[in-house]
């Protein structure tokens, strides 16, 4: 009798294991439409990150061009440099949100939406600067990833694996 349950109970578990691989393995697949925006979304915040972290060793550089291209604020040498430590913080988080969601997961968003809404705060309201394409671009993108950001809870996944 004893026997009987434990091997009742070891079958049991195994089962139990087998499944828990199961779901372990099901693997969601990323649709192509977002891979594409993900790739664009990586080049465009991978070059500003770079071109940041560039800024940081030729302060003089980005101050002349920050002084040409926003005449209507007035930048110091250390605004200069702060502005482009903070572009290179927000893009390093923009890029890390985006490798996050490359590898389908949705903690991705909590990075790289509130990096970009900062960033947009930064050009508006800092450089004063409304530059609508930029900004309806960054905007459509954010909403994008939102949106997408719907099918990567993983018990909505699963739950379609297991009815399909």
Same mark, same amino acid.
């Given at each position: 009798?004893?026997?009987? %349950?434990?091997?009742?109970?070891? %079958?049991?578990?195994?089962?139990?294991?087998?499944?828990?691989?199961?779901? #372990?393995?099901?693997?969601?697949?990323?649709? +192509?439409?977002?891979?594409?925006?993900?790739?664009?979304?990586?080049?465009?915040?991978?070059?500003?990150? +770079?071109?940041?972290?560039?800024?940081?060793?030729?302060? %003089?550089? +980005?101050?002349?061009?920050?002084?040409?291209?926003?005449?209507?604020?007035?930048?110091?040498?250390?605004?200069?440099?702060?502005?482009?430590?903070?572009? #290179?913080?927000?893009?390093?988080?923009?890029?890390?949100?985006?490798?996050?969601?490359?590898?389908?997961?949705?903690?991705?968003?909590?990075?790289?939406?509130? #990096?970009?809404?900062?960033?947009?705060?930064?050009? +508006?309201?800092?450089?004063?600067?409304? %530059?609508?394409?930029?900004?309806?671009? #960054?905007?459509?993108?954010?909403?994008?990833?939102?949106?997408?950001?719907?099918?990567?809870?993983?018990?909505?996944?699963?739950?379609?694996?297991?009815?399909?």
């Amino acid at each position: 009798m004893k026997n009987q %349950d434990s091997v009742e109970n070891q %079958d049991s578990v195994e089962n139990l294991m087998q499944q828990g691989t199961q779901a #372990a393995s099901i693997k969601r697949k990323r649709p +192509v439409s977002f891979t594409v925006l993900l790739i664009f979304a990586s080049v465009f915040n991978g070059l500003l990150l +770079v071109l940041m972290l560039a800024g940081l060793f030729y302060h %003089d550089v +980005v101050l002349n061009i920050l002084q040409q291209y926003y005449p209507q604020v007035y930048i110091s040498p250390a605004t200069s440099f702060l502005l482009t430590l903070a572009g #290179a913080l927000i893009f390093g988080i923009s890029v890390f949100g985006l490798i996050l969601l490359w590898q389908y997961k949705r903690s991705g968003i909590y990075f790289y939406i509130p #990096a970009q809404i900062i960033m947009l705060i930064m050009l +508006v309201f800092v450089l004063k600067s409304y %530059d609508y394409t930029n900004i309806g671009i #960054a905007v459509v993108v954010m909403i994008i990833f939102g949106l997408y950001a719907g099918d990567m809870n993983p018990r909505k996944a699963a739950s379609k694996s297991i009815s399909s």
